[in-house]
């Protein structure tokens, strides 16, 4: 048992999910700072616990200590203060999943400043975006070429960007180097007080949300934000004091909060990082091979690709309890992931505003498909187009109730700097995901789509989960997103856009196959009457399905 989650959580273990779900507690200090209260008081009470083991694609491996976090990190807040950063400054790091993305977020807490983690496929006009509209001051990033050009291309148009630094070896013109600058600065950084030190309630992190439907909103969190995490580590991905877990996501997006840092090291377990450019299934199964992690979560696209793969010569039984979030994983892929590697993959959802809402936790047994069951720390339900509560069978929207008594820990604060956008999904008490569900009679919830995913089609609402799970059940299918697209006489009519798998070449029979398959496997309605093949699926950089833009490029090819 962690001794620092226990000073959190005065109950640790639980009988039931319906014990946990009623009696779980954890207790906000008046004052929390991750970077103190947790990785500094590791490296006090067990300085040589594994905080961060790392690799590349290059087989390369760095272990970190939590009193290497603490040393680093303390440095790294005072070459940050040097070039005149301080409590509430906002600072963008892009930085992968190098080392330094954990010294660097661990010094902005220390400071109090705020941190704004950008994915490395950011192009210029992201970057100016993202600069502008959140007054970024300072930028650190790796020295990779891409990336640079990008930030340079984007460097006359940023108005408050100050100062960039590069990490790496070969810092470009105009970069500060982040190693010469480390070795410059004071070792030690004591925690301020007063003023100058970060209230609970004070902007943490912010995170720019996946960007489906219209321009990134500014999520952003406060310093008490890690706690919601607690049940996210614990009690869904299972993570184990001294061992090490390994969420497979780039350090630019909210999965990162969720898996690679916050509530695993506040239960005491190790990081597993892999760095890599691109996903490449074997070169992933290679670097979990020199990983070993006892805990896995991956987003639905890593299981997918997986299970296409030859798993024969890989022994992955050091992996204990498997999750998935993100996505949800169509039944198809859950079974054959349990049949070639004997892992129950347990299914979370949240978003970028939250912890984890609803999962799979131990004591439930798990219905393929479905997303499980709610978090202690949310009061969720379901509501129709006037928000009342909906029947068992009948699908809502996913919403939070009561935020109005008490704020969960876990949940976002709003949409920074735009109450106007924040009040359109949360007022009176209550946060309107946008993600629209069903709940059956024993309480578990079964995702649908986006509202805006959601196909009208004679009459029939649809979502597309449902059938793209029938789709990917098809050998044919590695990939396919269903989306509503236009018609004269039906309105709407379901849409397929399909990736192929190996071996397969699109053609007319395979359409009127898949067509057919469809047809026999769920309700006939539900078929796709477009089917399209294309070699990739638009997708954020957080890997979700763009199913808007290819709603936006059907809707332009019939004006």
């Not at 994915?119 to 790796?142: E, F, G, H």
């Not at 030690?188 to 970060?198: D, I, K, Q, W």
């Not at 294309?534 to 332009?556: C, F, H, W, Y």
Request: hydrophobic residues 40%.
């Amino acid at each position: 048992m962690s001794e620092i989650m226990s000073r959190y959580c005065p109950r640790i273990t639980f009988d039931s999910y319906e014990d946990f779900k009623q009696n779980y507690v954890c207790n906000e200090p008046e004052s929390f700072n991750f970077a103190y209260d947790v990785v500094d008081e590791w490296a006090r009470l067990d300085p040589e616990k594994p905080a961060l083991v790392w690799t590349n694609d290059n087989a390369e491996m760095k272990r970190f200590s939590f009193a290497d976090m603490k040393a680093l990190s303390d440095r790294a807040a005072n070459m940050i203060r040097s070039f005149g950063i301080k409590k509430g400054d906002v600072v963008m790091l892009i930085l992968k999943q190098r080392p330094e993305v954990w010294v660097c977020m661990t010094a902005l807490m220390k400071m109090g400043a705020i941190c704004i983690p950008a994915s490395y496929q950011l192009t210029p006009k992201d970057i100016v975006y993202r600069c502008n509209i959140a007054n970024v001051k300072m930028l650190i990033c790796v020295d990779e070429d891409e990336v640079v050009r990008h930030i340079n291309a984007a460097l006359p148009e940023c108005q408050t960007l100050e100062t960039l630094i590069s990490v790496g070896d070969n810092p470009p013109k105009g970069y500060r180097c982040f190693k010469d600058e480390m070795q410059k600065a004071d070792a030690v950084f004591t925690r301020p007080t007063g003023s100058e030190a970060a209230k609970n309630t004070d902007t943490m992190l912010i995170y720019f949300s996946s960007g489906t439907t219209g321009m990134p909103k500014m999520v952003w969190h406060d310093f008490a934000f890690p706690l919601g995490h607690i049940v996210t580590a614990k009690y869904w991905q299972c993570v184990i004091d001294g061992r090490i877990h390994m969420t497979q996501t780039d350090s630019g997006w909210a999965k990162f909060a969720w898996g690679k840092i916050f509530g695993q090291w506040i239960c005491g377990a190790a990081i597993g990082a892999y760095d890599t450019e691109k996903f490449v299934p074997h070169k992933l199964l290679d670097a979990l091979m020199r990983i070993k992690p006892a805990t896995f979560c991956a987003p639905a696209t890593i299981y997918r690709y997986l299970i296409k793969e030859d798993l024969s010569g890989y022994d992955l039984s050091f992996i204990e309890h498997a999750s998935l979030a993100g996505e949800p994983l169509n039944p198809e892929v859950f079974k054959k992931i349990k049949e070639l590697t004997g892992l129950t993959v347990y299914e979370g959802f949240g978003q970028t505003e939250s912890s984890v809402l609803l999962a799979n936790f131990p004591w439930i047994e798990i219905k393929p498909g479905s997303m499980g069951k709610p978090s202690p720390l949310y009061h969720i339900d379901l509501i129709d187009a006037d928000g009342n509560p909906c029947e068992d069978g009948v699908v809502g929207s996913i919403v939070i109730k009561d935020t109005d008594k008490k704020h969960p820990l876990g949940l976002f604060h709003g949409y920074y700097k735009d109450e106007e956008t924040t009040l359109k999904s949360w007022h009176d008490g209550v946060y309107n995901t946008g993600d629209m569900a069903w709940r059956d009679a024993d309480g578990y919830y079964w995702f649908v789509g986006r509202s805006d995913d959601v196909i009208k089609c004679s009459g029939y609402r649809i979502g597309p989960f449902e059938v793209e799970s029938v789709l990917i059940e098809h050998p044919s299918v590695l990939e396919c997103a269903v989306t509503a697209a236009p018609d004269p006489v039906r309105g709407q009519v379901v849409k397929a856009t399909i990736v192929l798998a190996k071996g397969y070449e699109p053609s007319d029979a395979l359409i009127k196959e898949l067509q057919d398959y469809v047809k026999k496997t769920t309700a006939p309605y539900k078929y796709p009457r477009i089917v399209e093949f294309v070699s990739a699926l638009p997708k954020t950089t957080s890997d979700k399905i763009q199913r808007n833009v290819i709603r936006e490029r059907d809707l332009g090819k019939r004006q």
